[in-house]
């Protein structure tokens, strides 16, 4: 059994960046916003995902490799880059990928949303009511809670929260103490909307809005009577986010976070976003307060946090303007009269998320509580959100006196706060609540009931490849597997003696597991499919992961496609193998499927000489999952099971010829086109499990 990564050498020129191969993610993610056959409100959702998701990448991503130059490292990467190098292309992509989405936003998106009574009102064009009622609007809500801070040697530079919005103002003049100083800074309070709804008297449309930087910028004067405003410029600044924590000096890990929860908010800076009117003076000004260079400022025509602007679709009643919506469907065989353990008896049951319903898995907890048949509950708790009904069912079965534990994920990034807060309120009932194992994340998705009947225990039990969170259960595509299968029971109990108790890890009859043998095994599937093509018969091998990097497992797909093994790799977003090399992966195909879900249950597919071993997990194929997270890959055993998890999870992504982007050999990304019937994936599931026909 091996806990580290393998430690072996592999050519540079076998693999992609992991940075760059995210960032061409974003690209496939903004192409959806200006795909016109996507909604218009969903455009500008897709719009706000690659903002969103570009925040999270610096926060992470290009924190780690600024790190790696402040400390002078000149490690490369797997494919051979140092992370100055590294930085400096980063910066190239992502003022490119800006430049694209800020042009699609202001010239395409902004004039189809006006032209559909949806507006966004610039202050150069606000009528003399609509500039009375923001004057009155910015004296009564806004201007009492600013705080404008003038900078001088009494006040220093203020600290300023990671992805915050502020002002940069500059003066000329002198105050009431003869003080000229030359320039200020406004922070935005965060409790003020970005996005301000007019009235429809004064805009002649249904949804005016203005910007919440619109209205400071016409009244900045007032927060400095008597000086004169040379400038107003926004600014943010995105921070270091990831967070460390020493296993040798860590006593109690719950209180160590909420400690360092509260300085995520100030750690290095990593970039700077500026409108793009900033004066010069001001933005060398800005860079030196925090310790960046040119090629860390991202200037922008327009506002710098287009995330706010998520909002507005849910704030638009226009039905028109936005997907069809569904009733996530139950499975067939699912009575929802009948006792849920009593379903489960029967047969397996397949849920796949969205199109099918969450709720057989609610129902299960809440059976844990009210079931007085129920003995007792674990389970694995990675994402779950702020306000889970999964939660409060546990929360009311310790009440109730059953034995509930609960193994939390304390360092699920950014759900650490949601975490700790479920963790105190759980030890408050008597729940058992452990953290897992110091050093290896828990993101195993797991949950197992042990009933009494007749006199004896039975276990069931609910594994899945997505977070217990039940709103992104309605927004990502993930399959869950609810079983009485003794020996998967078995198997699952044994992972939770691991992550509660202390002791060996027993052998499992048919989970793989992380970090123990999951990448093992993983390997040995993909050389056995060698083996049978070496051997003159077919070999065939379907992957379907959010990312793709762990350099030992693309190697052996090589292999595999040297030996003739037909090797299908769907991977959302992150893929280092490079597809379709002569010598080397002509067997490959790598696809992206990106459309109005999230793309996130993972699937291992091996002909195994027509046995057909088929595996769901909650693990992508990363050194991460493998080596430094407990995971499980669970076999689908039954056969009417294993014939949906390919008909429903694998064949429709193969052929997709419209939702699909293909990688080439020279890392490029080509969008499919259908040239006779159009196959969306997502749609095609749509219709055969909620009877909905996409818009």
Known sequence: MRLNAPDRHFRHDHFTNRELSLLQFQRRVLAQAADPSVPLLERLRFLCIVSSNLDEFFEVRVAGVKEQMRLGSVALTTDGLTPAILHARISREVHGLISEQYTLL???????????????????VWTDAQHLWAREYFMREVMPILTPIGLDPAHPFPRVLNKSLNFAVELEGRDAFGRNSGAAIV???????????????????????????SLLHAHVGELFEGMNVLGCYQFRVTRNSDMF?????VKDLRATLKGELQQRHFGDAVRLELADNCSEAMATFLMKQFGLDPADVYRVPGMVNPVRLNQV?????RPDLKYRPFLPARPRGLDKRENIFAAIRRHDILLHHPFQSFEPVIEMLKAVADDPAVVSVKMTVYRTGTDSVLMEHLIRAAQKGKEVTVVLELMARFDEEANISWAARLEEVGAHVVYGVFGYKTHAKLLLVVRRENGNLRRYAHLGTGNYHPRTTRFYTDFGLLTANDEI?????????????????????HLWQAPFTLQPNVVAAIREEAEIARAGRKGRIIVKVNALLEPETIEALYEASQAGVEVSVIARSVCALKPGVPGLSENIKVRSVVGRFLEHHRIFYFLADGAEKLYLSSADWMERNFFKRIEVAFPILDPKVKRRVIKE?????????????????ENHYRRKNPRTTRRAAQEILLKELTGVTPA
Do not use: M
């Open 245 to 249: 924590v020493d296993e040798e000096e």
């Open 187 to 213: 922070q935005a309070p965060r409790a003020l909307p970005r996005v301000i709804h007019l009235p429809k008297e004064l805009t002649g449309v249904d949804y005016g809005f203005v910007f919440l930087s």
């Open 649 to 665: 999870g694998l064949r429709p992504y193969l052929g997709d010829n419209c939702q699909a982007w293909e990688l080439d050999a």
């Open 106 to 124: 202001n010239d395409v998106i902004l004039p189809a949303l006006a032209a559909e009574g949806i507006v966004f009102l610039r202050r150069s």
């Open 313 to 317: 679709p849910d704030w638009v009643d």
């Open 489 to 509: 029971g078995a198997d699952v109990a044994e992972v939770f003696k691991q992550l509660t108790g202390l002791g060996q890890a027993g052998k499992l009859r």
